[in-house]
């Protein structure tokens, strides 16, 4: 019950409890062992051997390293607490908790974030007992890693994550673009978009309305256009819907007089669809001097 105080215990089938205490660290070396942190702060529970169990319980800021085979971990009811498990068939569980992590480096392991909020389970396995704990890992919502950096977005639903789209060059001089990992059905949402509202238009933003523009340089605003696009792009509900259907690995293309009244910047398209218009301009907007010359010149080759 007391605060800063240090139990080192080697042996077979010990148990350590630190209750109610403040930073207190548990060191349990042997098999078959038990420590428990019970509604305490910071307590350190670091565990090496076999057959042994870690539990959090009403506890915040604790960490519980497990090394070895077979161990359990269990993070009840607690909060900003990690669970840190390296070796086989480990059991690692967060549950009803806030903010906890739970990591777990082995095979044939377990990593359970149960029904708190904020978890995170990650599980590290190189061997064939991937496909039995990968699923678990994919199936929980907080695992994937969003591609937008903003704080605070961890529980939104359907946000663009990194094991689903990728930002990078698309080629044939299109630039920066964003490619699509998985396949997606024409219809399907593609994701929930957000950003930075701001009043000035720019060559990554798109309109929302008259006077708010979305800036998105992790995903929306990147994406390339297409007189023949594969998504339509929607302001008023802030989502991205597949028009086609997607391929693993197309570029997602979307139709950038669709949400503009005015571009940034007019340009000759290089989409090669059939029904390419040429040159590209918002939908409120005639063409400038270097579009009306291109589009003298695409007319006297049509003549010719
Ligand atoms: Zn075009």
């Excluded at 890992?137 to 890693?145: D, E, G, R, T």
């Excluded at 080629?171 to 997606?184: D, H, N, P």
């Excluded at 006077?211 to 390339?224: E, I, K, R, S």
């Excluded at 390419?276 to 010149?297: H, K, P, S, V, Y």
Aim: include cysteine; aromatic fraction near 6%; charged fraction near 20%.
């Amino acid at each position: 019950m007391g605060s800063d105080n240090t139990a080192t215990v080697t042996g077979l089938d010990s148990t350590v409890i630190a209750e109610r205490g403040d930073a207190n660290t548990a060191y349990l070396q042997g098999d078959r062992g038990s420590v428990t942190a019970t509604v305490g702060d910071r307590n350190d529970l670091h565990v090496i051997g076999a057959d042994d169990t870690a539990v959090i319980h009403h506890a915040s800021n604790a960490t519980i390293r497990i090394e070895g085979d077979a161990n359990t971990a269990t993070n009840e009811d607690s909060s900003h607490s990690t669970l840190d498990v390296t070796g086989d068939t480990n059991t690692a569980e967060a549950s009803f908790g806030e903010s906890n992590t739970a990591i777990i480096t082995g095979a044939g392991s377990t990593a359970s974030t149960g029904k708190g909020s904020f978890n995170t389970a990650t599980i590290t396995a190189n061997n064939n007992a991937t496909d039995e704990s990968a699923p678990r890992a994919a199936a929980n919502k907080f695992s994937a890693v969003l591609l937008y950096p903003f704080k605070g977005l961890e529980g939104e639903h359907n946000l663009p994550t990194r094991d689903k789209f990728a930002k990078e060059e698309v080629g044939e001089g299109r630039g920066l673009g964003v490619r699509s990992l998985t396949a997606i059905p024409s219809g399907d949402l593609v994701a929930c978009i957000s950003g930075i509202v701001t009043h000035q238009r720019g060559l990554h933003t798109l309109q929302i309305n008259q006077h708010a523009h979305l800036l998105d340089l992790d995903f929306v605003g990147f994406l390339t256009h297409s007189c023949s696009p594969n998504v339509r792009v929607c302001l008023s509900e802030f989502k991205v819907w597949a028009l086609a259907d997607i391929g693993e690995g197309d570029v997602l293309t979307m139709d950038y007089a669709s949400t503009e009244d005015v571009l940034f910047r007019q340009f000759e398209c290089c989409c090669t669809s059939p029904n390419c218009r040429g040159w590209i301009t918002g939908r409120r907007e005639t063409l400038n001097l270097a579009g009306q010359d291109f589009m003298r010149r695409r007319e006297s080759l049509h003549t010719l």
